[in-house]
């Protein structure tokens, strides 16, 4: 039966794919890859065969209807992102609804995501929280923020680390300096760094120590 899969990929560690994600990428017809380099790497390590083609934010709006045309042709297709589930910060929303409108059934597998492991690692309340993504880089970052001076919940970023002093700076700005924040570094990997304390405090130990690889900024919401 054709149809959409959505396979969660390792963030790090590639110990971390399930058993159903390595058996629905060996009996697909198509795999859609976010880089190809990089996911061949991971179908390499399980020696899964099936063929892989690019599918990413700069060319998804102009495949998109040839791949839904292929699915309803009879093919099963998996989609992947480098690291994590599909269309949380990757592309994938796009692809998703348009086969939903299409009447093509999507079928998505639990497994690995960021954004989870560094929340409940935190220490901050888990019970309600809200995932923001990226910040604008630019147009729109100061609004967000104000936006959400309010918030209550434990907020979850993600971060580039070329940005991550200027964003607790920010945040110390909008939050203050006694907002209590988590940052969690390189999960899954073997330099995963998870450092806590309060903005300002994050904010000093990362100019002093400059970080690397992908980050994760939990941030405690505003208290009632």
Known sequence: MSKLFLVPTP????????????????????????????????????????????????????????????ILSGLKVALISDAGTPGISDPGFLLVRTCLEKGISVETLPGPVALIPALVNSGLPCERFCFEGFLPPKKGRNKRLTRLEEETRTMIFYESPYRLVKTLDEMTGHFGSEREVSVSRELTKVFEENIRGTLPYLSDYYKNKPPKGEIVIVVAGKKD
Do not use: W
């Open 11 to 70: 963030i790090g560690n590639l110990g971390d794919i399930t058993y159903r994600a390595v058996e629905v990428l060996n009996s697909v017809d198509l795999i859609l890859a976010e880089d190809t380099r990089q996911s061949g790497k991971l179908l390499s390590h399980y020696n899964i065969k099936s063929p892989l083609q690019s599918h990413h934010m700069f060319n998804e709006h102009r495949s998109v209807e040839t791949i839904c045309t292929r």
